[in-house]
Nanobody, 116 residues
Framework: VQLVESGGGLVQPGGSLRLSCAAS????????MTWYRQAPGKEREWIST????????KYADSVKGRFSISRENVKSTVYLQMNSLKPDDTAVYYC??????????WGQGTQVIVSS
């Protein structure tokens, strides 16, 4: 099983980034996919979820209206489009899969730094 995040980096306030999470080794299309982040000295925070079948999306209030989650089941990939980035968005971003059997898989994370 692998979840590999990519797309992080350094961006100026107000800028955008698109994170990707490529999955393998488990039934992606039937899994709920989520994004979390963890800032230095803080607990890991849930950001967004996209369901497996209906594609229903949910967002934390802190990112609602700025971030957008999507998935491509053909590519076993989930994305997080991040717009209007703020310094408070600086964190390591992780994707997590929740399979239909209830098993959780985590990626290794990708660093996002929002700074001028």
């Amino acid at each position: 099983v692998q979840l590999v995040e990519s797309g992080g980096g350094l961006v100026q306030p107000g800028g955008s980034l698109r994170l990707s999470c490529a999955a393998s080794g488990f039934p992606f299309s039937s899994s709920v996919m989520t994004w979390y982040r963890q800032a230095p000295g803080k607990e890991r925070e849930w950001i967004s979820t996209i369901s497996s079948i209906s594609g229903i999306m949910k967002y934390a209030d802190s990112v609602k209206g700025r971030f957008s989650i999507s998935r491509e089941n053909v590519k076993s990939t989930v994305y997080l489009q991040m717009n209007s980035l703020k310094p408070d968005d600086t964190a390591v971003y992780y994707c997590k899969a929740i399979t239909a059997r209830g098993t959780n898989y985590w990626g290794q994370g990708t660093q996002v730094i929002v700074s001028s």
